[in-house]
């Protein structure tokens, strides 16, 4: 039988994380591809929407709730300096986050135009 054990962060509790689901493909303009790069904004209406700037486009979510959340796991082998775990023999692996929320943006993103001539 093999054992998995499991252990979450410090006494401070866990950090709470939000999934984004996109409809559609993201591509860099160059090969170099999107690890690293900053995507877009991310704003809120007064009423709580959520708005994602990408370029000169513009997405409208909304947030919904997940029945079952999902954690974030980092794996830690007997190799590496953990502080928060025993130095045994045998993978670990800490629970970082938690994610109980996601924004879905399922609506085609819309161009944000700002002066438009009143005569072509």
């Known amino acids: 039988m093999v054992q998995i054990v499991i252990s979450s962060a410090g006494a401070g509790g866990l950090a709470e994380w939000v999934l984004m689901e996109l409809q559609g493909e993201i591509e860099a303009r160059h090969s170099t591809g999107l690890a690293g790069n900053l995507l877009g904004d991310l704003h809120y209406t007064t009423e709580g929407t959520p708005v994602l700037i990408v370029g000169h486009h513009i997405l409208y979510g909304k947030i919904i709730h997940l029945e079952r959340p999902f954690a974030v796991l980092v794996k830690h082998t007997p190799g590496q300096d953990c502080d928060a ?19 879905l943006f399922k609506t085609r993103p819309k161009p944000i135009i700002t002066n438009v001539p009143r005569k072509v």
């Open 85 to 103: 775990l025993d130095s045994e023999s045998g993978t670990r692996y800490l629970v970082t986050a938690l994610i109980k929320n996601k924004i």
